[in-house]
């Protein structure tokens, strides 16, 4: 479903990705785990051209494209193949909750206004919030906005949902309920890339782990063996750290 190779980001002097190859298979569920600043989220980016990269290929769904000399064209169809889910919602504040599930339908010429309203209507109920379709993001909860910005995602029925750190912006008592419709898209086959801090939920819901360091991938494999058996010293001593104990099994 995605092919990776050699995909190098740099900002200014700073170069961000290093050479990445990557591969993601059709339905997989993958989890990017790593220090801040270890280039996880430039990846997922890069991925939509979100950011520019300055050499390498990517593929998604046999859509493919070499920087740095992408055209319009061929990143118009690379983006269809994903839709993202971000940090911070990035929802339209002006805009009801349907309205901005349904908007790049009805903007786009995808489908009629009734039929997307209808399919908008289908996946706020999926996401548990059909009750406030006429909500707008000032009034709901951060939980709610990030659950109403995953149906807005899975309206466009990409190939691929990519998820930025969905859960970092929300008050803990939140997280439980995106990380539950974000599990809930796991079992349905949706491929799905996530950057997360959530450790616990990469193991329970991944098919794959993904552990990068200073803009490389430092070691990848099933969540058990990342988990519980890491073989570099650096996903050794980032989980000690992070999980604060010798014990890898969480």
């Known amino acids: ?24 298979n059709e339905g997989e569920v993958v989890a990017i785990i790593g220090p801040s600043g270890s280039g996880k989220s430039t990846l997922l980016r890069s991925l939509n051209l979100l950011e520019s990269p300055e050499s390498g290929t990517i593929e998604i769904n046999g859509v493919k494209v070499t920087a740095p000399k992408i055209s319009k064209e061929e990143a118009y169809q690379l983006r ?19 309205e901005n ?54 309206a466009v029925n990409p190939k691929a949902i990519l998820l930025d750190e969905p859960t970092s912006a929300l008050d803990p008592e939140l997280v439980n309920e995106v990380l539950e419709t974000i599990e809930k898209l796991a079992k349905g086959q949706t491929t799905l890339v996530i950057v997360t801090h959530e450790m616990s939920f990469a193991h329970k819901v991944a098919d794959k782990v993904i552990f990068m360091d200073n803009g490389v991938v430092v070691e990848a494999g099933k969540p058990d063996d990342i988990f519980t058996n890491p073989k570099e010293a650096r996903t050794k001593q980032f989980l000690k750290e992070y999980l604060h104990t010798d014990d890898y099994v969480i």
């Open 80 to 98: 269809q193949q994903t839709a993202m889910v971000f940090q911070h919602y990035n929802l339209f504040k002006n805009k009801t909750a349907l």
């Open 101 to 154: 599930v349904t908007l790049s339908l009805i903007s786009n010429n995808v489908m009629s206004k009734p039929d997307a309203e209808k399919l908008g209507l289908k996946l706020l109920d999926e996401v548990g919030l059909s009750k406030q379709k006429d909500q707008y993001p000032i009034t709901l909860s951060g939980g709610q906005q990030q659950r109403v910005s995953i149906a807005r995602a899975l």
């Open 1 to 24: 479903m995605i092919t990776v190779e050699k995909l190098v980001k740099k900002f200014g002097d700073n170069t961000v990705l290093k050479g990445i190859d990557l591969q993601v």
